[in-house]
């Protein structure tokens, strides 16, 4: 069966720019993690879905992050008004029993 | 605050043995995780334990003491692949992964 996917891999975008981030988690796994992830460092918590509900979104830096999971599988994450700072590889996760499955990752580079 | 840490960087010879170490200071705990990332790819699960002791899957093996917030992922037989960064991760009251930095193991032949 296949992973978890997300799309684009790059994004390269300009600064103020919006931009949208997809994942398709595993079939049948209901919760589904975003992260971001900076050279060096581990992977920053942003928001956990549980089903269609954001259940935690106290890792999403400021509200120009949003991130929406409409129909409980495929979720978008959201950032509007885009600053440098936002530069990072965010990765998203979808999560069986104790085990969270990582997808690809999509390295955001804003200039 | 919660704190995860490990050290940076560890290089070890082809064939042999390293152990990692994993301190933290979470609020509540719910089981400690390590994963295994590759330069450029997404973390992969390595092992899970919530439980004292000794937890043993293959070439690697990993420990944890709860009472001294404690844990070490054991690499046995070292081969070149293991070249990689290995996350530390406590799951908290929350049930949120809290994630160390990482460390760098670097295997020479």
């Known amino acids: 069966g296949a992973g978890v996917s997300q799309t684009p891999s790059n994004k390269v975008t300009e600064k103020g720019k919006y931009v949208e981030l997809r994942c398709d988690p595993i079939?049948?796994?209901?919760?589904l993690y975003w992260y971001r992830q900076s050279l060096g460092q581990g992977p920053e918590f942003l928001i956990y879905?549980?089903?269609?509900?954001?259940?935690?979104d106290s890792g999403l830096p400021n509200d120009r992050f949003f991130a929406v999971r409409p129909e409980g599988s495929v979720s978008t994450l959201k950032i509007q008004r885009t600053e440098r700072g936002d530069s990072a590889v965010y990765l998203c996760?979808?999560?069986?029993?104790?085990?969270?499955?990582f997808g690809p990752g999509t390295r955001l580079t804003v200039l | 605050g919660q704190n995860i840490d490990q050290p940076t960087e560890m290089t070890a010879t082809e064939g042999a043995i390293v152990q990692i170490n994993c301190t933290y200071q979470?609020?509540?705990?719910?089981?400690l995780f390590w994963y295994q990332q590759h330069a450029g790819e997404a973390p992969t699960f390595l092992s899970y334990?919530?439980l004292d002791g000794l937890e043993e899957k293959g070439r690697f093996s990993s420990f944890l003491s709860r009472s001294k917030g404690y844990s070490y992922l054991l690499l046995k037989e070292l081969q070149m692949k293991d070249s990689a960064s290995y996350l530390c991760?406590?799951?908290?009251?929350?049930?949120?992964?809290?994630w160390g930095a990482g460390t760098k193991l670097i295997i020479k032949p």
């Open positions: 879905f549980q089903g269609t509900g954001a259940a935690d």
């Open positions: 334990n919530v």
């Open positions: 991760a406590v799951r908290d009251s929350n049930y949120q992964l809290i």
């Open positions: 979470t609020s509540g705990f719910n089981g």
């Open positions: 079939s049948g796994h209901t919760a």
């Open positions: 996760a979808s999560s069986w029993d104790n085990e969270q499955f």
